[in-house]
């Protein structure tokens, strides 16, 4: 198969649009025969609430016995009289009502202290490490729901699925849908306006030159593929949802919550949902002054709280609450110790929720402990925020152990107890045959891939470059029934990602390896 | 020295100005090196603009005209971009205000953000460490960091971390500790009606160690105590290559351009020559791979079509932009947060894209609708055509407005596909502006031609 051949498969694959200049309707997309199977998450959907900012721990979830808590924070702690209890030692700010509802119904669960080592106080690098998963000391350019999806779809980018594998409300997209590959995910604000705007969006397949500009081109091509492959579906979905089962808050946060709702119920697969609420960066007054349970910070988490709870309703009235998880996260709490202008600079660990109606509900953790911080005077970590990640992907997303390992670049994450039960890890979608490399992934000599077949059939194991050429063909020819393992020597290939794609009288599977 | 040429001309024009039109690029093409053109056009010093309206000097009283008076003051600013010329005090203004960060959620009063705008100007190649010091205790900033609430011993870090990990060095050349005494060296400073005034007995008069050093320090003694670090010169400078050049620095360079800057003491002028007139700034690598911001997308666009800002009808037109600004995630005096706008591929997400391509769709269909509110002054297509001189001869036409409208390199297969959208069912041969249709088949190539994703390079 030469190149052209190979592109023109391509766009068979990627959704059976004939790519050429300027000629292409984008609502052309047509049935993909060979889309991958969306059922790998057995339905299940993570929807990520993201406080931008920093949120302040101590004043979200209330250490009230704990006089050292009051003396820090002589002028913006809350009062023990206005706590929502949780415990005998914890309660929630009292703008928290709907989440204390949803705590009392087992429906939420909170984790104390999340953190890492060597916390990083700047914004941005904080915000960089939760979002990719990384240590304090490594930059990771992928983010961890990214890997995840790189993982569940093994043939992206070449192979996309029919539906989006990750949406993200808003405009600017996240690192967590970025990967070495490319986006994983769409990003928009609202089903109409999106699909609106798509329409007159052309794309080509002409091979970008080999510069750095033509990186930057196969970049925005990218996300011009996916806008037009998706725009259709998701409009699609949304319109036949019914609307307004629950009357949400009227704030940004709830209207995003509401088209997140809106198209689980339309029955869109996608497993992954981010939303993002600001201005958690409460440097100054963030209470206002003798009334502690009023101001900023009381306001946004009102909103967090309220939304959220509106989500989870919306979600109960349309039966889908054991499908969907709700995980809020930021990239660090606060200061112990308020600083002079009734706020609180920036600081480490801090808890954060779980919601929906698969958790087991009540408190993981313990109290931050107030006499025993770190030197620069913030509270110690006692879960590692990836923790949280590999509970969610095993328990939640159903995701195999070793595969949860590898999302995590190897390390092993301990899970929580989060959910009330653990879901088996996923089935694989083609009985038929299977697909799939054994050993180190990178490998750096020698890999093996292991496929078996249920009955006598032509098989084909080709290998291509992540440009589309094909580099080898490891195996062709008829074969009978059984498990066949075979190995391939890569020490000479260069370093990067390839595709192997099996093909067989009963389908194709793509997976990818990654040569070190 | 690179060679001058048409070349090299758009590429520097391209990266340097909000896009350009053909009398700008036949301007700097008439000054016969590059060396010339930088010196005496690009980084020449001109008289500051004169201001949005009489209220800049205004007190602050709260009289519900911050909205009006912020729109107003972005209007103006779209208008010191449309009309820059060929010299790029804009750009480095818009610059500096994504650099030393002040945003229009914090700063309630455009007055202040007005103050903090003419300062970037003023400087937008004066010297570094003296703009660190007046941007320390700008009344915008000041309000924007809390710095003007910061008191004594119980200082706000904000500002303090802020200047070390966004403005100054980056994250991991400093310490928590750096920090928090830092803060007390910036106690002191609050905004009263449009000034900053320093109050002795809310500073911290003590002493405080930074770096190692220990001193009663004050807001400028920290600011000089920064500059003492290599990494300070280094971290601007990744950030102008970043912008000017290309987004994933080449570390060497950057090198060789904060000696530069540590040599002159920190002036700015001589650091932007030494990287606009470098071969590094020239390598073919680089063209075509900077993804426009919206700005460089919208005023860069009305350039191309030759508009002037005497043409634009401001009630009319400038809504349109700021509306389209704004969807396309870059409005003035209002960056995302203290960062600012990242750039380059943060500008691209699956709706932002279809967004400029449905913007650039729009401002084509004004031209000769006579239904038309916005943009009147933009030629009809076929009048725009015949300003080009090849206009009758359909392949020549394609390669100009090619050449005009995009810096990303293309293929003839390319040019040969929007050849056919400007026929549409006439042929090669036939073709001349006079045909019936004409308008809309040279609407259909510009829509086309913006329409590529390669459009969005410059």
């Known amino acids: ?516 | 020295m690179p060679v001058w040429d048409v070349s090299n001309a758009k590429h520097l024009l391209s990266r340097c100005l909000f896009g350009y039109s053909r009398k700008d690029l036949d301007k700097a093409l008439s000054y016969t090196t590059l060396n010339d053109f930088v010196e005496k056009e690009l980084l020449a010093d001109r008289p500051l603009p004169a201001s949005p309206g009489e209220w800049v000097t205004e007190v602050p009283v709260n009289n519900s005209l911050e909205g009006d008076r912020y729109r107003a003051m972005t209007y103006w600013w779209y208008d010191l971009m449309l009309s820059e010329g060929t010299n790029m005090r804009e750009k480095m203004t818009l610059f500096w205000h994504n650099h030393f960060v002040s945003a229009r959620d914090k700063v309630n009063y455009p007055q202040h953000l007005y103050i903090q705008n003419n300062l970037f100007r003023r400087s937008a190649w004066g010297n570094f460490r003296q703009l660190t010091k007046d941007v320390s205790i700008d009344p915008a900033m000041l309000i924007y960091l809390d710095g003007r609430l910061s008191n004594g011993n119980t200082p706000n870090e904000n500002y303090a971390r802020e200047i070390m990990e966004l403005f100054t060095l980056g994250v991991g050349n400093y310490t928590e500790n750096d920090i928090k005494q830092a803060a007390l060296a910036f106690t002191g400073w609050q905004v009263n009606g449009l000034n900053a005034v320093f109050t002795q007995n809310r500073f911290a008069n003590t002493n405080k160690t930074i770096f190692g050093k220990t001193g009663n320090y004050k807001h400028g003694d920290v600011v000089d105590l920064i500059l003492e670090k290599p990494e300070a010169a280094e971290f601007v400078c990744r950030k102008l290559f970043k912008e000017f050049v290309f987004y994933k620095p080449n570390e060497s360079f950057v090198k060789q351009m904060a000696e530069v800057f540590r040599k002159s003491n920190y002036e700015i002028r001589p650091v932007l020559k030494f990287m606009l007139t470098s071969d590094e700034f020239f390598n073919p690598q680089y063209r075509g791979a900077k993804i426009k911001n919206p700005m460089e997308v919208t005023i860069g666009m009305l350039k191309a079509f030759d508009l002037t800002s005497e043409q634009v009808n401001t009630t009319n037109d400038w809504p349109y932009i700021y509306t389209q600004t704004q969807a396309l995630q870059q409005q003035l005096f209002y960056p995302p947060d203290v960062q600012g706008w990242v750039g380059q591929r943060d500008w691209i997400s699956s709706t932002t894209f279809v967004t400029r391509g449905s913007l650039s769709d729009y401002i084509v269909n004004t031209m000769g609708n006579a239904k038309a509110t916005q943009f009147k002054q933009i030629n009809t297509p076929v009048s725009y055509a015949r300003t080009f001189k090849t206009s009758e001869d359909a392949t020549k036409l394609v390669d100009d407005m090619v050449g005009l409208f995009l810096q990303f390199p293309v293929s003839a297969a390319k040019k040969q596909s929007l050849l056919s959208t400007l026929l549409g069912s006439t042929i090669l041969a036939n073709w001349s502006t006079s045909t019936p249709g004409a308008d809309n088949q040279i609407k259909a190539l510009l829509k086309a031609i913006m329409r590529l994703p390669e459009f969005q390079f410059a």
């Open chain 1, 1 to 516: 198969m030469n190149r052209k051949e190979f592109l023109q498969q391509l766009s068979f694959l990627s959704g059976g649009v004939a790519f050429g200049m300027g000629g292409m309707s984008v609502k052309a997309f047509a049935h993909n025969p060979f889309s991958i199977d969306m059922e790998a998450t057995n339905g299940k959907i993570l929807v990520l609430v993201q406080l931008a900012g920093g949120n302040d721990g101590l004043n979200t979830v209330v250490p009230y016995e704990n006089s050292l808590y009051y003396n820090k924070r002589a002028n913006i702690a809350i009062k023990k009289e206005n706590v929502l209890p949780l415990t005998s030692q914890m309660g929630l700010n009292p703008a928290m009502a709907a989440f204390k509802d949803l705590y009392d119904k087992g429906k939420l669960t909170l984790v104390q202290n999340v953190g890492y080592a060597n916390p990083n106080r700047s914004h941005f690098r904080s915000t960089d490490i939760w979002l990719t998963g990384s240590d304090a000391a490594e930059f990771w350019d992928e983010g961890w729901i990214g890997r995840y999806l790189t993982k569940l779809y093994p043939g992206f980018p070449l192979q996309i699925p029919e539906e989006p594998m990750a949406i993200q409300l808003g405009s600017v997209e996240s690192l967590l849908i970025q990967t070495d590959l490319g986006s994983t995910g769409v990003v928009f604000s609202n089903p109409t306006n999106f699909y609106n705007l798509v329409t007159g969006t052309t794309i080509d397949n002409e091979p970008v030159p080999e510069t750095l500009a033509g990186d930057e081109l196969r970049f925005m091509r990218q996300v011009a593929t996916q806008s037009v492959a998706y725009s259709g579906i998701i409009k699609q979905k949304w319109d036949k949802s019914l609307k307004n089962l629950y009357t949400y808050p009227t704030t940004n946060l709830a209207s995003q919550l509401k088209i997140v709702g809106e198209l689980i119920g339309g029955g869109l697969q996608t497993p992954i949902y981010l939303t993002t609420i600001g201005g958690f960066d409460t440097h100054a007054n963030q209470v206002v002054a003798n009334a502690t349970n009023t101001g900023t910070h009381a306001n946004l988490l009102r909103t967090v709280s309220d939304a959220v709870a509106a989500f989870q309703k919306d979600l109960e009235k349309r039966g889908l609450a054991d499908k969907v998880v709700v995980m809020t996260f930021s990239e660090f709490g606060r200061r112990v110790s308020q600083n002079g202008t009734m706020g609180t600079d920036h600081g480490s660990a801090a808890p954060l929720f779980v919601i929906g109606s698969g958790v087991r509900g009540g408190v993981l953790g313990k109290n931050p402990a107030l006499g025993d911080l770190d030197g620069n005077g913030d509270i110690k970590f006692e879960y590692d925020f990836r923790q949280l990640y590999a509970s969610i992907l095993q328990d939640h997303l159903g995701v195999e152990t070793s595969t949860v390992q590898g999302i995590m670049g190897g390390k092993t994450f301990s899970t929580l107890p989060i959910f009330r039960q653990s879901t088996s890890g996923y089935v694989a979608s083609n009985q038929e045959f299977t697909f799939d490399q054994s050993g180190a992934n990178p490998f750096t000599t020698y890999t093996t891939l292991l496929y078996s077949l249920k009955k006598d059939m032509y098989v084909k194991i080709s290998l291509y470059d992540m440009m589309g050429r094909e580099v080898g063909t490891l195996k062709e020819g008829n074969m009978a029934a059984g498990v066949y393992s075979e190995i391939v020597e890569g020490s000479y290939w260069m370093p990067g990602p390839y595709l192997c794609a099996m093909k067989c009288d009963a389908g194709q599977k793509v997976i990818r390896i990654l040569k070190a």
